[in-house]
């Protein structure tokens, strides 16, 4: 079960392949190698890791 690494929300939609989009706290995740990756979108559009807020045991998932 994917859940948000930053808010533990499981309100988690699909956007695309291997990406998604947590609705709670607006926050992009795309997913690979059993570890999801955290992205911020800015004002204009681009994405920001975040990363290095999370340790990598919260961005662990399991199908
Ligand atoms: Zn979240």
Redesign the pocket.
Known sequence: MLK??????KDIGKIGINQYY?W????ELSVGKGIINTHQVEEDGTLSSLDDLFEEELRRYTL
Request: aromatic share 10%; net charge neutral.
């Open positions: 948000c690494p930053n808010c533990a929300s947590c709670n706290c607006f926050i």
